[in-house]
Each structure stands twice: as structure tokens, then as C-alpha cells.
């Protein structure tokens, strides 16, 4: 994303930028401050070696951007990693809002316990 020693986006990452505001910021989008967010994901790396989650920092960061909503507004993050052929690769993305309650119902599903006892 940046050179190591300056905080300076790569050409890669400039242009990455630039791709997903062409896709996305041709729209006009109604967000509020106050929305709740969920993003779905597939990645399709040609890499084994490729970490899932180095895709969602630049991708959130680039769709705020195009999509004039803050990346702190993300409340889930559900991905997934495709192995595909080198060539292949690509990205598929859903942003959806959600609402207090289908995020508390979410966090009661996942962590039982631990939230019965502090009443999420």
C-alpha cells in the first residue's frame, strides 16, 4: 500500500484506488452517520500465499472514498478466499447496512456466553 519508510501510496495501490472509485463512484449514495455496515467479500488470489486479510484495508479504504461513507462504520466483515489461476484474480464485494438489532442478534449468535452475561 505505501512505500516503507514514507507514508506514500505505491503506483499499484494508486491505481487500485483509482479502479474502484471508477466502478463505484459513479453512483450517488444516501449513507447516513449514523449507519451500520456489513461487508461480504470473496477474493480470488493466484498466490497460496496470499493473506485473506490484506484485502479489506485497502478496499474499505478506496470504497469510503468512492462511496463517501467512513470505514469506522463497518461493524462486520465476513470474507472468503478462492484459490483461482494466475490471470484469474478478482474481487467481489457487498456493502449492506444493517441495524442495531441484527448486529446485537449477530453478536448474541457468535458469543453466547460471553453476552448473556453482559445483556448485548
Given at each position: 500500500m505505501?512505500?516503507?519508510?514514507?507514508?506514500?501510496?505505491?503506483?499499484?495501490?494508486?491505481?487500485?484506488?483509482?479502479?474502484?472509485?471508477?466502478l463505484?463512484?459513479?453512483?450517488?449514495?444516501?449513507?447516513?452517520?449514523?449507519?451500520?455496515?456489513?461487508l461480504?467479500?470473496?477474493t480470488?488470489?493466484?498466490?497460496?500465499?496470499?493473506?485473506?486479510?490484506?484485502?479489506?484495508?485497502p478496499?474499505?479504504?478506496?470504497?469510503?472514498?468512492?462511496?463517501?461513507?467512513?470505514?469506522?462504520?463497518?461493524?462486520?466483515?465476513?470474507?472468503?478466499?478462492?484459490k483461482?489461476?494466475?490471470?484469474?484474480?478478482?474481487?467481489?464485494?457487498?456493502?449492506?447496512?444493517?441495524?442495531?438489532?441484527q448486529?446485537?442478534?449477530?453478536i448474541?449468535k457468535?458469543?453466547?456466553?460471553?453476552?448473556?452475561?453482559?445483556?448485548?
Open positions: 505505501h512505500y516503507a519508510k514514507f507514508k506514500k501510496d505505491t503506483k499499484e495501490y494508486r491505481e487500485f484506488k483509482s479502479a474502484i472509485y471508477q463505484l463512484g459513479t453512483q450517488t449514495y444516501d449513507f447516513l452517520d449514523t449507519d451500520k455496515f456489513k461480504s467479500l470473496i480470488g488470489f493466484s498466490s497460496s500465499l496470499s493473506d485473506l486479510d490484506n484485502a479489506f484495508k478496499l474499505l479504504d478506496s470504497m469510503q472514498l468512492a462511496m463517501g461513507f467512513d470505514d469506522r462504520q463497518v461493524f462486520e466483515i465476513e470474507a472468503l478466499k478462492d483461482v489461476n494466475k490471470g484469474d484474480e478478482y474481487l467481489m464485494i457487498r456493502l449492506e447496512t444493517i441495524t442495531d438489532n448486529w446485537k442478534r449477530r448474541r457468535l458469543f453466547p456466553v460471553f453476552h448473556k452475561e453482559n445483556k448485548v
